[in-house]
């Protein structure tokens, strides 16, 4: 099912199968998408493997690179800004940082038999809403839904990394580091540069990733440019060089330490094992 709304707003609610998998790739910019595992998957997802559970629940932007291993039944809600921009309506939904834009992870939900209660009941209506006759109301009533959506999904989330033990600050200092990561990765690798763009000390941010038993706040830096280097790496024609630069990296060479020291391998290595069929593991690593 396909809404589209009178100013290029758009809306897909579909349930996936063998049949229509290939609508996984044809994600188009400013596309974000929720996908609902509903029999065990595989998918790969920037180069790393990905073997999903039923009742897990993904959320992509337009950035991840998707490769369909097997998907035998899953449900795909998949909106653009013009239909609901995350951005504008952060404080109403707080899902930016961590459902999306948050750096380098791809969230995973894992749901529990009262969430997928919920979440049965929402998707539910969407798909009644979506059928009924067009008028002048269900373009709201769709945001609405949606709405109520992202906020469940930012609940389930939040609970499943520990988030909920931080107070409001706390959690929303968590959330706009994660997405100025996203947003200056490429320019900025220092955890000072940040602190400085948050008014805040790297001490005091070290101190909060280490309350929550996260990644440090450096590890977060680093794992996001080497999820670029894989995806420029595996999915552009550019040079090592240009790569290198691009992630802000003027020598080569201190391009390809940062990345054997990080990951194991080169960049020209991991370019060739790509090229000979191999792929990272489920780790993340290349290998």
Known sequence: MIFNGPSSEKLVLERISPANCQLLKQQLPSELTLLWIKAASKIIVDGRGLE????????????????????PDALMIRFNRAFFCILDHDSAVGCKGILFFGSSQLPILNLSETD??????????????????SDPLQLEMLQMLLKRLLILCTRIFKAQEKLESLDPMQTD????????????????????????LLAKSPKTLSNL???????????????RIMLEAR???GYS??????IGYELGYEDIQAFSRFSKKNEGLSPSEFKENLRMGKIANSSGKWA
């Open 173 to 196: 200092l968590v959330r706009d580091y994660n997405y100025l990561v996203e947003v200056h990765f490429r320019q900025k690798h220092t955890v000072a540069a940040y602190a400085d």
């Open 231 to 233: 995806r420029l790496i």
């Open 209 to 223: 990733f280490s309350k929550l038993g996260e990644k440090s706040p450096l590890t977060f830096i680093q794992d």
């Open 52 to 71: 999903l559970s039923p009742d897990q629940l993904i959320c992509m932007t337009e950035f991840h690179r998707l490769e369909v291993d097997s998907v």
């Open 237 to 242: 024609d550019k040079s090592i060089k240009e």
């Open 116 to 133: 997928i209660a919920k979440l049965e009941a929402l998707t539910g209506v969407f798909a009644m809403e979506m059928n009924e006759e």
